[in-house]
């Protein structure tokens, strides 16, 4: 589209002249984008679950069309009719409100309908999508167009997950199957940490309202940080390597304890997609395997990792509050999915702090709870967050399969503290 995150954002909130037609723009290129995605996969790669988490990229394709024939067509478009009337149960992920679905964990066990039956899906809804933003009235239009920018939104959230969710599907696989060939990213051996110190006070933290943001980055408001120092650049392979070598995985002392009793019955001795060949570290990637590289962020470990990580560093994490503080300050730029490596890349030289944005998802200390002031919208939309604040921690920053398009530093995301299939890795903090 030539449009810059910033701009994209921009018009986002704003619109312009020509809304309508901007809106129309950013929802077909989505859309080409997921389609994009899945064109290295064969067929039979469509409908596999590896696990509950795991989704199959048939499932993931047909809902992100649910969100939108149920969100925006439905509501919105008086001559539409549901393309089946089963797809809402079968790709209803989770929205009590709007009715029953079908079990997460049996999304795999769905042979029919074939991937054939939901990109003709795909193509009934974006067709109507196309009348929809012709035809929706002046009084109708923000409403519309708020909602197809948080379908937008959701599809790139999905398009992250079918990454990660590709992938696992992949490293399952004995044959350890080729998504993409790499393109190559830069290399550099990253300098030792600095410690970057930060004044603590009054701060606000939150989205400032410059573009879309979801409902739980609101409202804006102030919270008091103490003094600290934060990282220069993420924990790499090579020190998590140290961290193994050392034993830390085997003292109790380090770790939290969930985590250890998490880590002894899942037996972890490595990240995940880490395996040993010949007396080497190897590792999973979307372009196959190979050698784990010391300078690269080390990716694919859980919460309770990294506190473990952290504290046999004699560091910490940082909180929420306190990394975006410090992500305030920095442009958003990084290694994200449009780089093409799907893959973390060493820290380069630049002023520090790097790595703020892409490469990997950043586990804070924070649990995922409400700020000050918060309330979910009304209506079935409530449900896309405000529900999920229980149990879960915060991580911040993007990864290298976020779109630079869809990541700011309000942004909040959450996973559970066992959790290792997204791209998650570590950045230390410690008191000043
Ligand atoms: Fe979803």
């Not at 312009?16 to 984008?33: C, G, I, M, P």
Request: hydrophobic residues 35%; negative net charge.
């Amino acid at each position: 589209m030539g449009l810059s995150p910033q701009q994209t954002a921009y018009m986002e909130k704003y619109g312009s002249d020509d809304a309508r037609k901007f809106v129309s723009l950013r929802f077909k290129t989505v859309r080409r984008q997921t389609r994009d995605l899945c064109a290295p996969l064969a067929v039979e790669d469509y409908v596999i679950q590896t696990m509950p988490d795991v989704s199959p990229p048939k499932w993931h394709l047909a809902h992100t069309t649910w969100f939108f024939e149920t969100f925006l067509l439905i509501p919105l478009l008086e001559s539409y009719r549901v393309f089946h009337a089963q797809y809402g149960y079968l790709f209803n992920s989770y929205y009590e409100t709007v009715g029953s679905f079908y079990p997460r964990r049996y999304r795999g066990l769905l042979s029919r309908p074939t991937t054939q039956a939901i990109y003709q899906y795909r193509a009934y809804v974006d067709e109507h999508i196309e009348q929809l933003i012709e035809s929706v009235t002046d009084d109708q239009w923000e409403l519309c167009r708020n909602r197809l920018i948080l379908g937008i939104h959701h599809e790139q959230q999905h398009q992250e997950l079918m990454y990660t969710d590709i992938k696992h599907i992949f490293a399952t696989n004995p044959l350890r199957p080729v998504y993409r060939l790499m393109t190559e990213g830069p290399v550099n051996h990253p300098a030792d940490v600095e410690w970057l110190s930060y004044k603590g006070g009054l701060t606000d933290i939150g989205n400032n309202d410059e573009g879309f943001a979801y409902d739980n980055e609101m409202p804006r408001h102030r919270v008091y940080l103490e003094d600290f120092h934060c990282a220069s650049r993420l924990v790499t392979n090579g020190e998590y390597k140290e961290f193994i070598a050392a034993g830390g995985d085997q003292y109790p002392q380090y770790w939290l304890s969930d985590g250890w009793r998490t880590a002894q019955e899942k037996q972890w001795t490595a990240p995940l997609y880490w395996e040993r060949v010949d007396d080497e570290w190897w590792l999973m990637t979307l372009s196959g395997m190979r050698r784990v590289d010391d300078n690269e962020p080390v990716c694919h470990v859980s919460y309770y990792e990294a506190d473990a990580f952290a504290r046999w560093s004699g560091k910490r994490l940082l909180t929420e509050a306190e990394w975006e503080h410090v992500a305030g300050k920095v442009d958003v730029h990084g290694n994200f999915c449009e780089s093409g490596r799907l893959h973390p890349v060493p820290a380069q030289p630049g002023k520090p702090p790097s790595q703020i944005f892409g490469d990997v998802w950043e586990w804070t200390q924070s649990p995922y709870v409400s700020y000050p002031g918060y309330r979910a919208p009304e209506g079935a939309i409530g449900e896309y967050n405000g529900k999920f604040m229980c149990n879960q921690m915060v991580l911040r920053g993007g990864s290298c399969v976020t779109s630079s398009t869809h990541i700011r530093a309000s942004y909040r995301n959450f996973f559970f503290p066992a959790d290792r299939w997204q791209f998650t890795g570590i950045r230390l903090g410690e008191d000043r």
